[in-house]
């Protein structure tokens, strides 16, 4: 019997060891997601501000949804590209980014964030300031690297 008890404890004290390492495993992982995420937003403000509509559509994946503010559903990268075109063809655009939130399941997350934009017409005219919201859901892609595979965003200004 004192055998059994032995076992039954070290087996129970193993599980243990091995179930928090693992937890640590995967607190280190969703860390290093988040931040990962959060680079993404980084480089979304970067892209939006430096005018670059190839480098703003990178972000997407092939089949991404789009959801904007007074618009059908977009479906796929490229029809998300020819929906911005006018405003980077148009528009001189700053953007500062705030990201409210981040969960990350798995190969799937979703991120919360909020800006504030400036619009200047590149023809020249009054500046127009905007403040909205944005909510993306993310894929992990298969080099590890995370793409927006659903959008949605609203002015809070429309």
């Keep these: 019997m004192r055998r059994l008890r032995l076992f039954s404890t070290s087996a129970a004290l193993l599980y243990l060891t091995l179930g928090c390492q693992q937890r640590d495993d995967q607190a280190a992982n ?13 480089h979304n403000a970067a892209v939006i501000n430096a005018g670059d509509l190839d480098g703003w559509v990178s972000q997407f994946t092939e089949n991404a949804v789009f959801l904007p ?16 075109r006018p405003w980077y ?3 001189n655009m700053e953007f500062e980014l705030t990201v409210d939130e ?7 997350a979703f ?13 020249g005219g009054e500046t127009t300031d905007d403040v909205g919201k944005e909510i993306w859901i993310l894929k992990r892609q298969s080099d590890g690297s995370w793409q927006c595979s659903h959008i949605i965003y609203n002015s809070d200004s429309a």
């Excluded at 007074?70 to 911005?84: D, H, Q, Y």
């Excluded at 981040?102 to 799937?108: F, P, R, S």
């Excluded at 991120?111 to 023809?123: E, I, Q």
């Design 102 to 108: 981040i969960e990350v399941h798995g190969d799937w």
């Design 89 to 91: 063809e148009q528009l």
């Design 69 to 84: 503010q007074g618009s059908a559903v977009l479906k796929g990268r490229e029809a998300g590209r020819e929906f911005a």
């Design 30 to 42: 969703v860390e290093a997601d988040v931040a990962a995420i959060r680079g993404l937003f980084v």
């Design 111 to 123: 991120a919360r964030w909020s800006y504030v934009g400036r619009y200047t017409p590149k023809a």
